[in-house]
């Protein structure tokens, strides 16, 4: 499956305070009711620990949501 | 939804009924959009409007004499718009219908006998459905030509005739007609059509024809004419035409024909609003351009909406009844794809006043309960529609906030005080106050805190409905059955119909028995009462909840829409949970309609209304005002996270001093010490983001040390997912606890991680 970028996922500057590593793009997969997609999303190398960002979680992801919801 | 059910409701909703003057006229020509395009000025396509459906219109138009004008409804307010006037300066515009594509001759002959307006009627509808016709006239239309002031100018005629002779139409010297003459032609053609009003039918053995048909005795020949008015005419030319189609066809003579003939339209239009215009007097010449603009603009355009006009939420989706029911229907019959009438089936505030108002009784609260019920049987209820609100119900019906005793120091309970979730919610001194006022007068007065189930119903969620009335009605029989006493008019609905063997009265009644607190009488102030909705079939409710704000002095003014016609505040069916911007607009228009001040006896609708804007009491405030408390009226409507501490502190509040039982001890995480800084908690209140959310995901980061850090600023960033909802944090460390910057959510999860 391909991977979604989306310009929302921008972590610039935060890290992961219990690895102390820098959070970097990392495909992960995201899944809501009987879906599942892969996005492009900023995570702790070490750990794993996947950043949401705000604008993210309010505006497309609310949208995929919505979407999802009247499938 | 069956197929047959939706023809059902389909039926009830009378706004695509034909106007009273379509339906009234002989041929059915579409008024209304007529007076509309001549109201515009458009004379071209109100011409296309009569050309589209008159037999001969040139001839047509200037010949009618308007039997629509009996059955309009402007009568009422003026006068009957002139049709016949407009259609006689329509005509002289020199309007010209679109071009007649002659239809590809279907090989049958028709023979019509006699040239008037039935006979040509007849044979202009047939040559343009490529049947052939004979006609055999002295001279077709003549009798017309020859009226005394004719209002045909010349050549009018002519050229219609010509046109039917460009489609196909033989014009041919009379025949004698005997019942011989008769069998012949049939064996020449393959109907006979004879026009009464030119020749004589007596003794031809044909009987009398028959009146949905024109049929006669004689199959194959159909007598047409026999009426006066010119319109009545053609429209029997046309009937016999429409007959003698059927009867080349072998179809059936009679299916379908039933509104055939001038019928009285279902359609509903209130004119009570409508001012009163006299109609634009026609001068000898006729109506010139601006007089028939000013008279076609006097048409009302007839149409009911009576129940779109008083709901913002059937207004919104920009339709009527009728089509909501369709796309219900089509919602709920998909297999595969996308539900696009969800939001359209979880936005009704299923108040009943569509019901009211509709002349043919149709119910959007049934049609979208039914709907939610059937969504959630099938799994395809979309989850954030009711999830919030249903949490709400399960954390009042919940330890810490549901509570069911008898009165401290009482064995038994004659009376048992039910306020309701959202009283407690909004403002839990008035419920503390008034069970104190009850018991002074009732010692024997329980109390029982707990959601009547309402969410539940409204959601479709029958099943948790039922679990929770279980639950309900088991510790109502605990405590011996006794009265319930209900300061809400849902609960007060929602007990009366589960527990029909209880008796459930409101609290207002007895108030008023019991008498108000002699401290607040001689109120005298004027407000304007809201009555809550699920009040608009409860009379006697509504005049209890007037006598007692009377009781202390307060002048009650009604509002136009009250009583039974009430409007909705924006919170029934759960609007406001899955809608909220609709939710928020039926609140300000409801709280923008009434008059001054205003009061009403339902918590959730004095906190809606307070959110669209209005000044507004609850009785209880007015009962048991709290100086400490300040403007009560004007107070603010409290947020999710304080209606919830509110029902809380309430039952804490409560065993405490009545019952002189130790609170619980407060959860871990509601011992950490957290500020919000003010642009969050409305952040939050948008977002439906619960501060015991956020105070549970900043705990769980501090037992596990996961979150993110911002070096630069020192904030951080913590997640959690108690259940069905992603909720992030962003914060800073204050000395000893947290302040709490930003918060937001998502329902998608990271597949395996914390998110």
């Known amino acids: 499956m391909s991977v979604i970028r989306v310009p929302e996922a921008d972590a610039q500057g935060w890290s992961c305070d219990a690895c102390g590593e820098p959070l970097v793009p990392a495909p992960v997969d995201l899944e809501y009711l009987d879906s599942r997609f892969t996005v492009e999303l900023p995570r702790c190398a070490k750990c794993g620990f996947v950043l949401i960002p705000e604008a993210l979680a309010m505006g497309k992801m609310l949208e995929v949501e919505k979407l999802l919801e009247d499938k | ?755």
């Open chain 2, 1 to 755: 939804m069956e197929q047959a059910d939706l023809r059902k409701l389909e039926a009830q909703c009378v706004q695509e009924e034909p106007p009273f003057c379509t339906a009234a006229c002989p041929l059915h020509v579409d008024a209304r959009a007529f007076c509309s395009l001549m109201g515009q000025g458009d004379w071209d396509k109100a011409w296309a409007v009569l050309a589209r459906t008159l037999p001969l219109p040139g001839v047509l138009s200037r010949l009618c004499h308007g039997p629509c004008m009996e059955a309009c409804v402007r009568s009422a307010k003026g006068g009957a718009i002139n049709i016949p006037a407009l259609e006689r300066f329509c005509a002289e515009q020199g309007g010209r219908a679109a071009r007649t594509i002659p239809m590809p001759a279907k090989g049958k002959r028709v023979c019509v006998l006699g040239g008037g307006l039935a006979g040509l009627s007849a044979a202009w509808d047939l040559v343009r459905k490529g049947i052939r016709v004979v006609l055999h006239s002295e001279r077709p239309g003549l009798d017309l030509a020859r009226e005394g002031a004719s209002p045909l100018p010349a050549g009018v005629l002519d050229a219609e005739l010509e046109r039917m002779v460009r489609l196909g139409a033989d014009f041919q010297a009379p025949v004698a007609m005997t019942a011989e003459s008769l069998q012949a032609l049939l064996e020449e053609f393959d109907a006979v059509i004879v026009d009464c009003a030119e020749q004589d039918i007596e003794g031809l053995g044909l009987g009398e024809p028959d009146t949905m048909t024109l049929g006669t005795n004689m199959p194959g020949v159909f007598v047409a004419g026999q009426c006066d008015e010119h319109v009545f005419q053609a429209a029997s030319g046309r009937k016999a035409a429409l007959s003698a189609e059927r009867f080349m066809q072998g179809a059936s003579m009679v299916a379908g024909r039933e509104r055939e003939d001038p019928y009285p339209s279902k359609l509903f239009t209130n004119v009570d609003d409508v001012a009163e215009v006299a109609p634009e007097p026609v001068p000898e010449q006729g109506y010139d351009a601006q007089q028939a603009r000013a008279e076609g603009l006097r048409c009302i355009r007839c149409e009911c909406l009576e129940c779109v006009k008083h709901c913002e939420y059937l207004a919104r989706f920009g339709s009527y009844p009728k089509v909501y029911a369709r796309q219900i229907y089509n919602n709920q019959s998909i297999v595969m794809g996308t539900r696009q009438a969800n939001t359209l089936i979880n936005s009704c505030t299923m108040c009943g006043l569509c019901e009211e108002l509709c002349p043919g009784d149709f119910s959007m609260e049934d049609l979208c309960l039914q709907a939610r019920r059937e969504l959630v049987e099938q799994g395809n209820m979309p989850p954030s529609a009711h999830e919030f609100a249903l949490r709400d119900m399960h954390f009042a019906n919940g330890p810490d906030c549901a509570l069911a005793r008898h009165a401290p120091g009482e064995k038994t309970s004659t009376h048992l005080f039910f306020p309701g979730c959202q009283l407690t919610a909004s403002r839990p001194a008035a419920v503390r106050a008034a069970y104190d006022h009850l018991r002074a007068h009732i010692p024997a007065m329980g109390i029982m805190l707990r959601c009547c189930g309402a969410p539940a119903h409204w959601a479709g969620r029958t099943r948790e409905y039922e679990r929770s009335m279980d639950e309900l009605r088991s510790q109502w029989e605990s405590l011996g059955r006794p009265a319930i006493v209900c300061a809400c008019p849902t609960c007060q609905g929602m007990l009366q119909n589960a527990l029909p063997a209880a008796a459930v009265v409101d609290l207002w009644q007895v108030l008023q028995g019991a008498g108000v607190p002699e401290s607040v009488k001689g109120a005298d102030m004027e407000l304007t009462v809201h009555d809550p909705c699920t009040t608009r079939y409860e009379p006697e409710i509504r005049q209890q909840a007037r006598g007692l704000l009377q009781s202390v002095g307060v002048r009650v003014r009604e509002a136009d829409m009250s009583g039974n016609l009430t409007e909705c505040c924006g919170f029934g069916g759960l609007l406001a949970e899955a809608n909220p911007e609709l939710g928020a607009d039926v609140a300000k228009r409801r709280a923008d309609s009434l008059p001054g001040e205003l009061v009403t006896y339902c918590a959730m609708c004095r906190d809606m209304l307070a959110k669209g804007g209005a000044r507004i009491s609850h009785v209880l405030d007015i009962l048991f005002p709290d100086p400490s408390a300040g403007d009560l009226a004007a107070r603010p409507a409290p947020g999710y996270s304080r209606r919830r501490e509110n029902r809380a502190h309430l039952r804490e509040g409560l065993l405490t001093d009545l019952w002189r039982e130790p609170g619980d001890p407060p959860k871990p995480y509601e011992e950490l010490a957290v500020s919000f800084t003010e642009a969050c908690l409305a952040t939050m209140e948008q977002r439906r983001i619960l501060e015991s959310d956020v105070r549970k995901t900043l705990l769980r980061a501090r037992e596990t040390g996961r979150r993110l850090v911002y070096a630069q600023s020192g904030r951080y960033r913590a997640v959690f997912r108690p259940v069905a909802v992603t909720y992030w944090v962003e914060f800073e460390e204050t000395g000893d606890g947290y302040l709490v910057h930003n918060a937001w959510c998502h329902r998608m999860r990271v597949a395996g991680g914390a998110a």
